[in-house]
């Protein structure tokens, strides 16, 4: 593990630097669904409702932010308060600098302590990789642990392109 980096609480002071990591995810790859990057004052709203019940944790390297992560309801059905999904972010930059496995897991073990056994995870997928996706979202999460438990295909389009979308699953 990089012992420069660092986990710490997401503050909504953090919110434009988010934005510049995801802002990237946003216009260039099919990673995000999003069309149009979110504005510092949206994302300061993401932050605070998600913090409400869920952990929202942000790395850094060398003091500065190199990537966030934080899990969200499946759903607001009751049935499903033991089940959270996941997003991670990890600026283009620093990719396999050791930011997303420790993101990932600091935020199963903040779950695990809130009573959350099932984590889910949409990764956008295609079978053949393109200038806007690789299969390394899908890398990262099955190394991670997770299992794929559902494919759905072409179910997003961005850039003129058809995108599957895969559910993968991990029992914390």
């Not at 002071?13 to 790859?29: G, Q």
């Not at 079978?127 to 190394?143: I, Q, R, V």
């Given at each position: 593990?990089?012992?420069?980096?660092?986990?710490?609480?997401?503050?909504?002071?953090?919110?434009?630097?988010?934005?510049?990591?995801?802002?990237?995810?946003?216009?260039?790859?099919?990673?995000?669904?999003e069309y149009k990057v979110p504005s510092v004052e949206e994302f300061e709203e993401r932050?605070?409702?998600i913090r409400e019940k869920y952990p929202y944790i942000v790395c850094l390297k060398d003091d500065k932010i190199v990537g966030y992560a934080y899990a969200s309801a499946y759903s607001s059905r009751e049935a499903y308060n033991w089940t959270a999904t996941s997003s991670i972010y990890v600026d283009k930059e620093y990719h396999r600098q050791g930011a997303g496995s420790l993101l990932y897991k600091e935020l199963e073990e903040r779950l695990r302590k809130q009573g959350i056994v099932n984590l889910l995870a949409g990764v956008a997928y295609i079978?053949?990789?393109?200038?806007?996706?690789?299969?390394?979202?899908?890398?990262?999460?099955?190394?991670m642990g997770y299992e794929k438990v559902a494919h759905m295909k072409a179910i997003g389009k961005k850039f003129d392109r058809?995108?599957?979308?895969?559910?993968?699953q991990k029992k914390l």
């Open positions: 593990m990089n012992s420069n980096l660092l986990i710490r609480e997401v503050k909504v002071s953090d919110s434009k630097r988010l934005v510049e990591i995801y802002d990237y995810y946003v216009k260039n790859t099919a990673v995000s669904f932050i605070r409702h079978e053949m990789e393109d200038k806007y996706l690789t299969k390394d979202s899908y890398y990262f999460h099955t190394k058809w995108y599957d979308l895969l559910w993968l």
